[in-house]
Every structure is written in C-alpha cells, then in structure tokens.
C-alpha cells in the first residue's frame, strides 16, 4: 500500500521559519493535506489542495509541492504553533478510495 | 456552526461489537460524504471508511473490512460505524469528519467530531 514518511520531529524557535515534509509516490499525482493537532483535540485541517489556507488560518501556514515531496511551512513560528502536524492524502482505483496520512511530525518551539 | 459529536465508545471485551454514532448539525449532512478516522493513544491518524451522501456508496481501508460497517440516516442526521470482533488494538479514540461538498468524495476534512473512545479489553 501507498505510504506517506514525516520526519518524527522538527524543533524551532519562536519567530524562525519551520518547514515539516511529507514524502510519498503518489503525490506528484495527488493533492497533499495538513493537519495540526493540539494535545486532547482533534486535528484542524491547515492547508488543502498543496497549497490552499481554508479561512481562519494564519498566514503565516503555507504549504508546497515538489515532486514526490511536500511541504508545509510555518513562518514566524508562535508558541501555540507547537503541536503534531500530519499530512493526507488519497489514492483512488476505481470506484474503491483509500485515505492515507503520514505518521506525523511533533513540532517543539524551543 | 458545524457540530460533529460522536457517542456510543465504551469498554468492551475482546470479539465484541460496538455501534458508533455521530450526531451532525449546523450543515446540510446530507449533501457531504463523510468519514470515521481512528487513533490509537500516543499514535498517528488512521482513516477507517467513507460514506456517500445517499448511504448507498461505502469504502474501507483494507484492515477494517469485513469487520466495520459504516452507514448513515439522513433524516436524523447520523452517521454509524458498527464495529465487530473488536480486538485489542482496535481501541482507539474514533472520530467522525466532514467531507467538503463537491461532486464525489474531496477525500479529505473540513471539520472534526471530539471523538469517542473504543477500549477493547478483558
């Protein structure tokens, strides 16, 4: 089956930039999403579609594609920035759709 | 404002079974797919099944096949995910999300459930 890899962990400090990648071979085909999750919440949906901000997340959240890689970037990173970040995605073969997210990535400001 | 509150997780003993259920508001439910996603504690994400907006079109991750079944009432506005043979690692906090509106499946989340926890234990 098709397989997403996170790093475990990033680490930055406040107000740096903070990049967090996903790997994977479908997504040069696939659009990639990102989720953050706080400890004892659910996840909130940061980026869609590679690149897109879904209305209420800060700006400073973006997100890239680069072949097989993508990448989500936090810049000027905040204190409440600090949480798990996963990204998605999803292969179809005909009428039968698998999800996939990757194993998460902890992001620690420093 | 789209609410997605989850019920029915409990403790049940290894080979049970367990209906899940996911009460929507604040959205036309039945114009969305929607989905159940799993987590085991201290673990990543795991999508479990989708749902057409009719109930007519189903899909599961391999691992859950034949043993969770997903379905939904429209004019409760529910969705379902009963859970069979339930072993140890099944016990996870499920929730239930939101499919954007589009034609087909976005097979992606716009808005999370809090979740409802499954322990499997003797």
């Known amino acids: 089956s098709q397989e997403l890899t996170q790093p475990p962990s990033v680490s930055v400090s406040p107000g740096l930039e903070a990049r967090i990648t996903c790997s994977g071979d479908s997504l040069p085909k696939q659009y990639a999403y990102w989720y953050q999750q706080k400890p004892g919440q659910p996840p909130v949906l940061v980026i869609y579609k590679d690149t897109k901000r879904p209305s209420g997340i800060p700006e400073r959240f973006s997100g890239s594609s680069s072949g097989t890689t993508v990448t989500l970037t936090i810049t000027g990173v905040q204190a409440e920035d600090e949480a798990d970040y996963y990204c998605q995605t999803a292969v179809t073969t005909g009428p039968h759709a698998e999800v996939i997210f990757g194993g998460g990535t902890k992001l620690t400001v420093l | 404002e789209v609410q997605l509150v989850e019920s029915g997780g409990a403790l049940v003993q290894p080979g049970g079974s367990l209906r899940l259920s996911c009460a929507a508001s604040g959205f036309t439910f039945s114009s969305h797919w929607m989905h159940w996603v799993r987590q085991a504690p201290g673990k990543g994400l795991v999508w479990v099944s989708q749902i057409n907006p009719e109930g007519t079109i189903t899909n599961y991750a391999d691992s859950f096949k034949g043993r969770f079944t997903i379905t939904r009432d429209n004019a409760k506005k529910l969705l379902f995910l009963e859970l069979s043979d339930l072993r140890a690692d099944d016990t996870a906090l499920y929730y239930c999300?939101?499919?954007?509106?589009?034609?087909?499946?976005?097979?992606?989340?716009?808005?999370w459930g809090q979740g409802t926890v499954v322990t499997v234990s003797s």
């Open positions: 999300a939101r499919d954007p509106v589009g034609v087909g499946s976005s097979l992606y989340f716009e808005n």
